[in-house]
């Protein structure tokens, strides 16, 4: 993904994570492919995160999910969240 292409998330999976970036100016366009930890994510930041996000779409992310990878990027994140707010019938509109 290119930053001139439109994010596949929500607006509260943005601010979710906008939130929990330190290291990412408000001015600066979040696309799929950079690096979370670049932006400032540590471990205890992906705590936060996670629970942020399970909190806001009223999900649990799997046990399989909690590796690195999961976390490395806001597109693998998203890939791993829109099916499980889809699954319980939450709007994951774009």
């Given amino acids: 993904m290119t930053a001139q292409q ?3 998330w929500d607006e509260r999976f943005e601010q979710i994570l ?3 970036l330190k290291d990412l100016a408000a001015s600066v366009p979040l696309v799929a492919d950079v690096s979370l930890p670049d932006l400032g994510l540590n471990s205890v930041q992906t ?3 996670l629970m ?3 909190e ?5 992310l799997p046990e399989e999910a909690m ?3 999961t ?3 806001p597109g693998t994140l998203w890939q791993v969240i829109a099916p499980l707010v889809t699954q319980h019938g939450k709007d994951v509109g774009q």
């Avoid at 806001?56 to 649990?60: G, K, S, W």
């Fill in 56 to 60: 806001t779409y009223e999900i649990n």
């Fill in 18 to 20: 906008r939130n929990n």
């Fill in 52 to 54: 942020e996000l399970e």
């Fill in 47 to 49: 705590v936060s995160l």
């Fill in 71 to 73: 976390f490395s990027t």
């Fill in 6 to 8: 439109h994010a596949p």
């Fill in 67 to 69: 590796v690195y990878r």
